[in-house]
């Protein structure tokens, strides 16, 4: 079982009973906490499935260690700090065939965070997009 | 010949940005938007008190032949699993009982919801003026059309291929008698399409879409998998692969009124209001969906709602937007009492009136309430030892002449509606965060659970005329109302709603509700 903070069970979701409602109902957690985090839900697939094991999983795996990956059966469950970014022409290398960004998102189901695609690359960030960040386009 | 502003518009954008020569995509969306046009006259039907900028982006950079490709294949890939390799397998036959229930409702309101989210995001459409974002709310109108298909395409398959056709093949024909429906119109309908354009994206794209559709429609999957489903996920997954969009156009409304003084007078109102609107139906519904619709339990409700509403939605989109003034919910602490106890309370109700529903309902097993009281400390001194009274009392035996309904006048627990939510609430047994208010306007007395739904009416009273079913159907018996409103089989006399899911059972007809003789009182009227 996964030790990381960002892991699906991580933290108060590791409690149960009495345990759990201590901490859930706690005045400390009667409001928000920012976060920093991402959460990416990848659909079951040829193509994610090699995404999730070869690159987020595989060569990638150093470049975000916070990352985590569960799979819940019909769906991946992915979150890190930061950022999550998934470059659709080394994917597009690995299998083999033509793989654009918006052959990705057939099968990406869901996003906490702001998503946006450039070129080929599809990122997920933790940044506030359109506001701290201008959204840029294809030079 | 003068020629009109578009084209010369369009001529003009040539001049400095020719065609360009690849198909590229983004290339093709970069041009594109050169062929703005003048907003200065720009008009719209559906009004906002905020200003929306004209330079909002879309995050995805979509253009109609990308969009129209990627949905077909989703198509593909969705109806080829379904009509190939499910059916071949008899999917839809393995379905635990309960959990082919639990579709008939979740199915058949996230259809509603759909439906008029076609009509939320034209409106939208319609509202905003930055080129990119009409685009971007444009391709989630065509989204939402595609998912009111797929929503009745799995209860079209269920009903083909399953075990329990009833519910699944029509239930919207129950409208009218069933408690469930008017709440699943307010937070879907109402919600969605009426008042202030931007009020209406927070409740759909910002609320409804960004933080309730990964309970609604990406959890749902696993417990959907745990209860031997596999056509829930294989649609619901792929529904949710347009949703990702809607949460970025939901974002960029608020970037589009970020800068406008408006958005620091009503912003976190509007925030609150929707929130608590769409919580306030979400939370319960899909609670007692998910653990009294289901055999196989994948984790405690409130711990799905504190993953994916609290900590995830609340932290990286509400939180992450403090610097810009956006708060935490006031209404929050309500909510997450609710979280933890207004399902447990809804099933109660919804067990009490099940002849008013289209689907069928069981009540916990022995091993259940072991793993409810596990898991919600003091369930069973306020849930689990009633249901072993209505249990012996027969509450699942047409030959019994009970209604678990009996026992809450009997034990003058009076049950009431909440005026804005449409929510039916108990207020003398509850461990939710419902209390009873009632006010009175010309003449008409009116119930509310809480102050959050007790504020949004007194500002705009006239929204919520809603009957409830106690003021529709008051004097009436009933069988009566039952047979009125549609809710019997195929054979005019057998109910579609059960309290059981057992083969062996005997199901009830009108008959046996008759013989009861349960007639609706408006409790307002006692008051």
Redesign the interface.
């Known amino acids: 079982m996964s030790t990381s903070a960002n892991s ?1 069970n991580a933290g ?2 590791a409690k ?3 345990d ?2 201590d901490e ?2 706690a005045e400390k ?7 920093d ?3 990416l ?1 990848l ?1 079951k ?1 040829d193509e994610l499935n090699t995404v999730v094991e070869e690159i987020l999983l595989g060569s990638h795996k150093d470049q975000n260690r916070t990352l985590v990956v569960e799979d ?4 991946w469950w992915l979150k890190a700090n930061g950022k999550i970014e998934i470059d659709c022409r080394e994917v597009s290398e690995l299998l083999g065939k033509s793989y ?1 960004v ?2 990705l ?15 080929e690359t599809f990122t997920i960030t ?1 940044e ?4 701290d960040v201008k ?1 840029q ?2 030079h | 010949m003068a020629i009109s502003s578009a084209t010369k518009a369009a001529t003009d954008a040539l001049e400095v940005n020719r065609a360009p020569v690849s198909v590229g995509a983004q290339e093709v969306h970069k041009w594109l938007q050169s062929f703005t046009w003048d907003f200065d006259k720009n008009r719209t039907k559906y009004s906002t008190k905020y200003h929306m900028a004209n330079d909002t982006k879309e995050q995805f950079k979509l253009i109609a032949k990308e969009y129209a490709r990627m949905e077909s294949v989703k198509d593909e890939r969705q109806f080829g699993s379904l009509q190939d390799v499910l059916t071949r397998v008899d999917a839809a036959n393995r379905v635990h009982p309960k959990w082919n229930e639990s579709m008939k409702v979740i199915s058949n309101f996230l259809e509603v919801g759909e439906y008029n989210a076609i009509a939320a995001t034209g409106m939208l459409w319609d509202s905003a003026t930055a080129p990119e974002q009409k685009n971007g709310y444009l391709g989630q109108v065509l989204d939402e059309i595609r998912h009111t298909n797929q929503c009745g395409y799995i209860n079209y398959y269920f009903a083909k291929q399953g075990q329990d056709a009833a519910g699944h093949n029509d239930a919207r024909r129950t409208r009218a008698i069933g408690p469930l429906w008017k709440g699943m119109k307010r937070v879907f309908s109402d919600g969605f399409i009426s008042g202030d354009a931007v009020e209406c994206s927070i409740n759909l794209q910002l609320v409804g879409e960004a933080c309730f559709t990964n309970p609604l429609i990406v959890a749902v999957t696993e417990w959907a998998s745990a209860n031997g489903d596999e056509m829930t996920p294989t649609v619901f997954l792929s529904i949710e692969t347009d949703e990702l969009r809607h949460m970025a156009n939901g974002y960029q409304t608020v970037v589009s009124i970020a800068n406008d003084e408006a958005a620091s007078k009503y912003l976190n109102t509007d925030l609150n209001n929707a929130f608590w609107t769409q919580q306030k139906y979400f939370t319960p519904v899909l609670g007692m969906m998910f653990e009294y619709g289901s055999h196989f339990k994948v984790e405690p409700w409130v711990k799905t709602w504190n993953r994916w509403v609290y900590e995830d939605w609340g932290g990286i989109w509400i939180g992450r937007l403090g610097k810009y003034g956006v708060e935490s919910p006031a209404s929050l602490r309500d909510a997450k009492k609710d979280a933890y106890w207004a399902h447990h309370d809804l099933f109660m109700i919804a067990y009490a009136l099940w002849p008013t529903g289209f689907f069928r309902l069981t009540l916990p097993t022995a091993e259940e309430a072991e793993w409810y009281e596990a898991n919600y400390p003091g369930w069973y001194d306020m849930y689990g030892k009633v249901y072993e009274e209505w249990r012996a009392r027969g509450c699942e035996d047409p030959n019994s002449g009970f209604l678990p309904l009996q026992w809450f006048i009997e034990n003058n627990h009076p049950i009431y509606i909440d005026r804005v939510s449409q929510v039916p609430f108990c207020p003398s047994y509850s461990k939710g965060a419902s209390t009873l208010r009632v006010l009175e306007l010309n003449g008409k007395k009116h119930s509310f659970s809480d102050q959050w739904g007790e504020r949004m009416w007194l500002s705009e009273p006239e929204r919520y005329e809603c009957q409830n079913i106690f003021e529709q159907y008051e004097g009436r018996e009933l069988s009566e109302v039952i047979a009125e409103g549609h809710g019997v089989r195929s054979d005019g006399f057998t109910l579609i709603a059960q309290p059981h899911t057992s083969k062996d059972g005997r199901l009830w007809t009108l008959d046996d509700i008759k013989k009861i003789g349960c007639v609706f009182a408006d409790p307002l009227k006692s008051l």
């Open positions: 699906y108060i979701m149960t009973g009495k759990f409602a859930y109902f957690n009667q409001v928000v906490h920012e976060s985090t991402v959460v839900v659909k697939s819940r059966a019909g769906f654009s918006y052959d998102l057939v099968d990406v189901s869901s996003t906490i965070g702001r998503a946006y695609t450039l070129d933790s506030l997009m359109g506001l959204l386009d294809i």
